[in-house]
């Protein structure tokens, strides 16, 4: 496997953004542009089965694209996002007038419940905006969340509203689906690209699904879509603590052609868990696996 150090001389040059809709663990948006300056230069469909914050659609926007999850109230915003993106704006812009009225923390707890009894995109989309550290922790069992209010207040609907305007505009070409990822890589073709940000086996098991996602499966259906010339571009745990910690996975030999490391900065899951603590030994590296 071809190892490629941060710049490669086949990579193309992709304008970032930066504007984040929703915030959620291991989201790429701030460096996007670099996992797509490293996508083929042309492709059919573009195929994202583990969509999350949905950055790497945003950014690339594409004409056509399929988009799927398994957490079913995040599938719900995004098909919400598309359809009627004045809804998402009333969603947001009721929930944060109510925080803002009342008890910040109690009005916060009172969402939160209210997600847990009847899990919905509603609730999920705010409480991702006010959580703390902006960490949403789903518990295995029955996908409660479990997070704390943030000590920031969330930005202003006007704000997001502008952002709602924005991100309606990027998706309009992509069909969301409630479906399992090995259901979605299923119906790539020849000559379509899949890009696949999984759970990471060392950081997010408090994803929704996380816990349980097995990454042998999804080197198999890796593997059943290289056979059938589709694409496939995976990120994947790198180094943690500023390179000293090697996340070492089993990969395939011969499943990948390339690999490059993307430099990600300092980890929002970290800084969730030391409570503001310095990050300056933190720095978080992934790495970028090309089947082509």
Aim: with cysteine.
């Amino acid at each position: 496997m071809q190892l490629l150090l941060f710049e490669d001389k086949k990579s193309h040059r992709v304008e970032p953004f930066r504007t984040q809709l929703l915030k959620w663990v291991g989201n790429k948006q701030r460096f996007a542009n670099q996992i797509i300056s490293y996508f083929p230069e042309t492709f059919g469909n573009y195929i994202e089965p583990f969509l999350g914050s949905g950055a790497l659609l945003g950014t690339l926007s594409p004409q056509k694209a399929f988009a799927s999850d398994i957490c079913k109230p995040l599938v719900e915003i995004w098909r919400t996002l598309k359809i009627s993106p004045q809804r998402v704006k009333q969603w947001y812009a009721e929930r944060w007038q109510a925080l803002m009225d009342g008890d910040k923390t109690e009005i916060f707890n009172r969402i939160k419940a209210a997600y847990n009894s009847n899990p919905n995109g509603a609730d999920l989309l705010f409480l991702s905006r006010s959580c703390y550290g902006g960490v949403v922790r789903f518990r295995q069992a029955d996908g409660y969340i479990s997070t704390p209010c943030g000590i920031h207040n969330p930005i202003p609907p006007a704000s997001f509203s502008k952002r709602v305007d924005e991100w309606h505009r990027r998706v309009k070409g992509a069909t969301f689906a409630h479906v399992g990822f090995q259901e979605a890589m299923a119906m790539a073709k020849e000559g379509d690209l899949i890009y696949c940000d999984p759970p990471y086996s060392y950081s997010q098991a408090i994803l929704y699904g996380g816990q349980s996602f097995k990454l042998n499966d999804l080197f198999l259906a890796t593997d059943a879509c290289k056979s059938r010339g589709v694409y496939v571009a995976l990120s994947i745990d790198g180094t943690k603590r500023s390179g000293s910690q090697i996340c070492d996975l089993r990969i395939p030999e011969g499943l990948f052609e390339r690999e490059v490391i993307v430099n990600c900065g300092r980890s929002m899951l970290k800084r969730f868990q030391m409570n503001g603590k310095s990050l300056e030994g933190e720095v978080v590296a992934d790495r970028l696996l090309l089947t082509y």
